[in-house]
């Protein structure tokens, strides 16, 4: 176990490093979201485009894969958003945002560092994969399930409401030309090329220490049952299930169960706050769960990878 948290760790020390510079007054609110622009709209859209573009997609892209996976994410999401309304008693509006911690998953700024510190940069084609469909799947369904218990949008206003919020997306732009890409098989100039690489080693340090900056904003308030529920939905639940599809009834490979597994355990991603103040609702109990879960995942990402090898 010593040996798996000194994979883990490292990750989580970037993130403090963000965290203690931002309390320290050395990183300025400002400089913070900057850092996060740049990465979320510039630097990981370069790391998805070129690892979807030189993505095997018959070998990577297996339905037994994205299955065992999105089957924990639909399950936690019904789970928070029904605990949190009929256990807590919350709004649905509030429920739907809660529910959405369990679905949006940290994929990429937790779930690519730490993959890739446990198992190598060789074994994420699978991770991949299962972050080309994240937004997309997330989105729609928590948009749609949002805009059901609103009940002000229907037909066509709800279908561009979700279009929006999905290509909008600069993840999703750097997703969508990779796969151009990979299936037009089309050259990459080298110039282009060797650019894009430049970026993409910035991606992942600077997304995490800019993910602990911004982490120090969201002071743990709120509901501590009801934050103690989104983490166990987070951390246990979702991971759970993607390990018994995965393991019992998909027959996945090591490599794909260990990077459904090992994604799934990851914490509410920065999105889920995102989502939540898109709609006005709970925001305070999202980011207290971003924060704690993000803390707990130390642990519990380290379990979960020494639980299945």
């Known amino acids: 176990m010593g040996d798996i948290l000194s994979i883990v760790l490292p990750v989580f020390v970037v993130v403090a490093a963000g965290y203690l510079a931002v309390w320290r007054k050395l990183f300025s609110d400002a400089a913070v979201d ?37 089957s924990g994410s639909v399950v936690s999401f019904f789970a928070g958003l029904f605990g949190a309304r009929l256990i807590f008693g919350r709004p649905w509006t509030d429920s739907v945002a809660i529910g959405f911690c369990g679905l949006f998953a940290n994929s990429v700024l937790l779930g690519l560092a730490i993959g890739e510190r446990a198992y190598g940069v060789d074994s994420l084609g699978p991770n991949y994969a299962i972050i080309a469909l994240h937004a997309p799947i997330c989105y729609v369904l928590g948009i749609v399930t949002m805009e059901i218990v609103r009940a002000e949008t229907g037909g066509i206003g709800l279908l561009q409401v979700v279009t929006t919020a999905i290509f909008r997306n600069a993840l999703m732009i750097g997703i969508g030309l990779g796969f151009a890409v990979n299936l037009s098989g089309l050259p990459v100039p080298a110039m282009i090329d060797q650019a894009v690489a430049l970026m993409v080693r ?86 207290s769960s971003i924060l704690i879960g993000t803390a707990l995942t130390v642990v519990t990402a380290s379990a979960w990878i020494w639980a299945i090898g």
Not at 61 to 67: C, E, T
Not at 234 to 260: D, K, N, V
Request: net charge neutral; charged share 10%.
């Open 34 to 70: 900057g850092f996060m622009s740049f990465t979320q709209k510039f630097a990981i859209p370069c790391l998805l485009f070129s690892a979807i573009a030189t993505l095997d997609l018959g070998a990577d892209f297996d339905l037994w894969l994205m299955v065992s996976y999105y």
């Open 202 to 287: 910035a991606a992942l340090p600077a997304a995490l220490f800019g993910l602990g900056g911004v982490l120090y904003r969201y002071k743990p308030e709120g509901e501590l049952r009801l934050i103690a529920m989104i983490c166990c939905i987070s951390l246990f639940l979702h991971p759970a299930i993607a390990w018994t599809m995965g393991h019992s009834i998909a027959g996945l490979s090591q490599e794909q169960l260990r990077a459904a597994v090992v994604t799934a355990a990851m914490a509410p991603g920065v999105n889920t706050y995102i989502f939540a103040d898109m709609y006005g609702v709970a925001r305070r109990v999202v980011a």
